[in-house]
């Protein structure tokens, strides 16, 4: 746990609509080129821990930041928890560390995010705004399209009528369970990892706001013409990453992304889950260095 505690310790903080933010910021130091990372659901910013180290000797900033209601950020209780409000929250930090360009590192629920953030740098660019311009995007494992998202049971219950009781009255043990199930068979997480993903959602009472995080699901499914537009109409690089055996968004969401996506660019690893990050690192992190050295300019 010791790295776990020293990332919450050498974490920053900044003010979101009143509400504390935690993110982390690294890289060379040197002028140059910006990734933000914005990662999934119910997770938060460690899940980029096992990378960490070769994205800040790759890019000049890395900045990754635990979205409200996430992680060590804040969880209030009567807050309206919106895709646009987490993409909000990323253009805040960016515009008050002065940073007008910038690539992106997706996943999950993040992916979501990442599809809110260029559907409105395409829009700027549109009317000659050339503020926060997203110069590429990396997407991981993620509900891209709503006809191919399988969410798991608990997702279902959380979105659900019951929503509210079952955050609240959820276990440690059927958490891990859950979050276990979208892992590859053979690159399952440990006890000390489902640990640590457990401290993450609990912190700050943030279980019994489960039920209000989890309407994105609804969202994509409202927003889906400017999201998969998004993707469909963007002229930045884009590479998608993804974990074959994942249940959630694994190998079917690749297929529908291919007939969707012109050329696509798409890195599939076939023995790894919906997390690549934490369960194939170094292949994942090569993929994203690759798409970065050859792809974007």
């Avoid at 043990?173 to 590859?184: C, D, H, K």
Wanted: proline share 5%.
């Amino acid at each position: 746990m010791e790295e776990f505690a020293s990332w919450r310790a050498t974490g920053r903080r900044f003010t979101h609509r009143g509400h504390q933010i935690f993110w982390r910021d690294g890289g060379t130091g040197t002028d140059g080129e910006v990734l933000l990372c914005i990662h999934g659901f119910p997770t938060a910013s460690w899940d980029w821990h096992a990378i960490w180290p070769g994205l800040c000797t790759r890019f000049a900033r890395v900045i990754a930041a635990d979205m409200i209601g996430f992680g060590w950020s804040a969880k209030p209780r009567n807050y309206d928890y919106t895709i646009a409000d987490q993409a909000d929250l990323h253009e805040q930090l960016l515009r008050e560390h002065g940073i007008g360009r910038y690539h992106i590192l997706a996943h999950d629920y993040g992916d979501t995010v990442a599809q809110e953030l260029l559907a409105r740098a395409d829009d700027r660019r549109g009317h000659g705004d050339d503020s926060l311009v997203v110069e590429s995007v990396c997407l991981l494992n993620g509900g891209l399209f709503p006809e191919t998202h399988r969410p798991r049971p608990v997702q279902r219950l959380l979105a659900g009528p019951a929503g509210p009781l079952v955050g609240v009255l959820g276990s440690e043990r059927t958490f891990a369970r859950s979050l276990a199930g979208v892992f590859g068979p053979e690159t399952k997480p440990d006890a000390e990892a489902l640990a640590q993903f457990w401290i993450l959602w609990c912190s700050k009472h943030g279980k019994r706001n489960g039920h209000k995080l989890i309407r994105y699901m609804a969202e994509r499914r409202k927003f889906r013409e400017r999201w998969v537009g998004a993707l469909r109409e963007t002229t930045v690089p884009l590479r998608l990453i993804d974990g074959s055996l994942d249940p959630v968004s694994g190998a079917h969401m690749v297929e529908r992304y291919r007939e969707l996506i012109p050329d696509p660019d798409v890195v599939e690893l076939p023995k790894v889950g919906h997390y690549p990050q934490l369960e194939a690192a170094e292949q994942t992190l090569q993929a994203i260095l690759e798409f970065h050295g050859t792809r974007v300019r």
